[in-house]
């Protein structure tokens, strides 16, 4: 079974630069998670999707970031325009329950800008 | 923000020894989770203990559970150079359906 699957792996762009994210969750897995991870840190929810309904997007930085999930299977997570201190690495999971039970995550996106 | 704190924040073990690490939250939980991230690489479940449960054990794994304490704990027995890893909590608040992650624990086991 093939497990999460996110591209790119690393990206490096300069400020003011838009960037997008993608993810291929694990087949039937309706539960979808963005999270960030800055260096030395835990991993940070952006937005949950449930099937293509964002349930939960209050820690996404609306200005900037968006996301999206058609047809409720891969998404996509874009940043427009970038800042510097939006060099993290961006995490991708799903799971196959609601209510918080075993995540599964994607080797994820290192993004570095400029 | 984040809900779990981890101590320590490092650890370098030689390899054979064990490994505890311990996780403090905050809120009332449904249950704790502990995850595993090599160097790059993704998250990887390890291990879920729910909050009627006080101790929990998969292989080499023991986590313990203290709800009136708001903390949790892994020990890694007879660890290995490949469990060289940073070590993460994570809680499921009563109430919610995300889980929050705490700062994570970086263990060194030296062949």
């Known amino acids: 079974e093939a497990g999460v699957v996110q591209s790119p792996r690393y990206k490096i762009i300069e400020k003011k630069q838009p960037v997008a994210f993608w993810c291929n969750p694990i087949s039937g897995h309706n539960t979808l998670y963005w999270y960030l991870q800055n260096l030395g840190q835990g991993p940070e929810l952006l937005i949950r999707y449930e099937n293509e309904e964002a349930v939960d997007d209050s820690q996404l930085p609306k200005d900037r970031f968006s996301a999206e999930r058609l047809k409720g299977v891969d998404s996509t997570l874009k940043i427009q325009p970038a800042e510097l201190g939006d060099s993290a690495v961006y995490l991708c999971?799903?799971?196959?329950?609601?209510?918080?039970?075993?995540?599964?995550f994607g080797e994820g996106s290192r993004l570095t800008v400029l | 923000s984040q809900q779990g704190e981890e101590d320590p924040q490092a650890l370098s073990i030689q390899e054979g020894e064990n490994a505890t690490m311990n996780c403090s939250y905050k809120t009332s939980i449904n249950n704790l989770q502990w995850y595993r991230q090599n160097s790059g690489r993704g998250l990887v479940h390890l291990i879920l203990i729910r909050s009627n449960e006080r101790e929990k054990h998969s292989g080499r794994l023991r986590v313990t559970l203290d709800t009136s304490k708001k903390s949790s704990s892994l020990l890694i027995t007879a660890s290995r150079a490949a469990d060289t890893a940073s070590y993460f909590c994570?809680?499921?608040?009563?109430?919610?359906?995300?889980?929050?992650f705490g700062t994570g624990t970086r263990l060194t086991v030296i062949p």
């Open positions: 994570a809680t499921a608040r009563t109430g919610a359906n995300n889980l929050f």
């Open positions: 999971a799903s799971s196959l329950f609601r209510e918080s039970e075993e995540l599964f």
